[in-house]
């Protein structure tokens, strides 16, 4: 029988939790505004399965797993363009799951090729390099070097969850073990993972559905420290059927993103009580973990990058929608 | 009405399943076993769903992969 219980005191994980009942000095709530964007009729402006999302200055990139291309918005919403198609070849695409852009080129993590694919900032294409891996999500970290998250298979022995790749594509460092058991399906949720490029190469790491922390890596890789998060951030924990027991989830966090030192991290939502799903609930934290202010979203958020203070995030229809959050 | 939702929910499993391994489960082939598996994985991984949806299609991708690499 699966069952709900909530962890923490500010809203993130449901209804219930609308009142703040517990230690610590009161923390700023505030409704998101939302930015209209104007809709477009053109059908390459639709989002079919938005997996991804990376910004430059001025444009925002959509990585569309279902249309295998990559759509590029203007940061209020205003459809560009699209490129990459359905293939194998150079500059095609098979469930493009994760962009970022580095440098003066667009990283697409070109998943069931397997392999990690570079376009111009205008879609030309301009190489790339093989993995031995299923790619998932991509992430700059500056001077040429991409970090790129896998999905274990539970398969394999000493597989790793994180991979650095040098400006050539060679493997440069590569870490983060994955959790192994002998159920499979409770590893691939104590292993799935969201990533947060930080400042002068490095990066932050956290368990979507892991202990209160955020894990800070240095650039070479080195596990720096494990930031403790406010006891005050909320979320939802559930029991889920699995091997002929039930095991037990945390619904630390959906999706996050960070932006000029801040964390904003959207914790699970409980659903019905007994399963876990996106929530509408954004905790804004510093450097150290601790709460500033809470942002309700007018609607549940599936993914999100904020970027100058802003939220472009992909919502329960895979419709972009953005949002002001910032401080 | 609940029997009817797991029914159904049993239904879009074999379905889904059957579709992803139909070409592994003729060849019986190892490697396409493990490719068929990784892809109904990672499909499933992105799928947005809530947990407990994708916890029933991953152990539907584990039955599927062993059904294949026992060619049956």
Not at chain 1, 304 to 312: K, N, T, Y
């Given at each position: 029988m699966a069952t709900g219980v909530i962890a923490g005191t500010v809203p993130g994980g449901g209804r219930s939790l609308l009142k703040n009942r517990g230690p610590g000095q009161p923390v700023p709530r505030r409704k998101a505004v939302?930015?209209?964007?104007?809709?477009?009729?053109?059908?390459e402006a639709v989002l079919g399965r938005p997996l991804a999302l990376a910004a430059d200055a001025d444009r925002l990139y959509v990585a569309d797993a279902l249309d295998c291309a990559i759509k590029v918005f203007t940061k209020d919403g205003r459809f560009l363009r699209s490129f990459g198609r359905k293939g194998a070849g150079p500059g095609e695409?098979?469930?493009?799951?994760?962009?970022?852009?580095?440098?003066d080129e667009v990283v697409v993590a070109d998943k069931l090729n397997l392999r990690i694919q570079t376009y111009g900032r205008e879609g030309a294409a301009r190489g790339g390099f093989k993995v031995p891996f299923a790619p998932?999500?991509?992430?700059?970290?500056?001077?040429?070097?991409i970090l790129v998250t896998g999905n274990p298979t539970g398969r394999r022995p000493e597989e790793t969850i994180l991979h650095i790749y040098d400006a050539a594509g060679q493997p440069a460092w590569r870490g983060l073990e994955a959790r192994a058991s002998k159920d499979r399906v409770f590893d691939a949720f104590r292993n799935m993972v969201l990533v947060c490029p930080g400042d002068e190469g490095g990066f932050f790491v956290i368990y979507k559905s892991g202990g209160r922390e955020i894990l800070e890596y240095a650039p070479s890789g080195v596990l720096r420290k494990a930031i403790g998060v406010d006891e005050r951030y909320a979320y939802p924990t559930v029991s889920i059927p699995a091997?002929?027991?039930?095991?037990?989830?945390?619904?630390?966090?959906?999706a996050a993103?960070?932006?000029r030192g801040l964390f904003y991290l959207a914790a699970a939502e409980s659903v019905d009580?007994?399963?876990?799903?996106?929530?509408r609930w954004v905790s804004v934290l510093d450097g150290q973990g601790r709460l500033r202010a809470v942002v309700e979203l007018p609607c549940a958020v599936h993914r999100?990058?904020?970027?100058?203070?802003?939220?472009?995030a992909i919502d329960d229809e895979g419709a972009l929608r953005i949002f002001e959050v910032g401080p | 009405m609940r029997k009817l939702a797991i029914l159904a929910l049993a239904g879009l499993i074999l379905v889904t399943a059957g579709a992803t391994f139909a070409d592994a489960r003729d060849l019986n082939d190892q490697t396409d076993c493990n490719t068929n598996h990784m892809k109904c994985r990672e499909y499933t991984l992105n799928l947005d769903a809530p947990w407990y949806k994708v916890a029933v299609l991953l152990t539907a991708c584990d039955l599927a992969f062993g059904k294949c690499m026992l060619g049956i």
């Open positions: 939302e930015v209209p964007v104007a809709a477009d009729g053109r059908d695409l098979s469930f493009p799951s994760g962009v970022a852009v580095s440098g998932d999500r991509v992430f700059s970290l500056g001077g040429g070097r091997g002929g027991g039930a095991m037990k989830l945390d619904g630390f966090c959906w993103s960070r932006d009580g007994k399963d876990l799903g996106p929530g999100f990058l904020v970027s100058d203070g802003r939220m472009f | -």
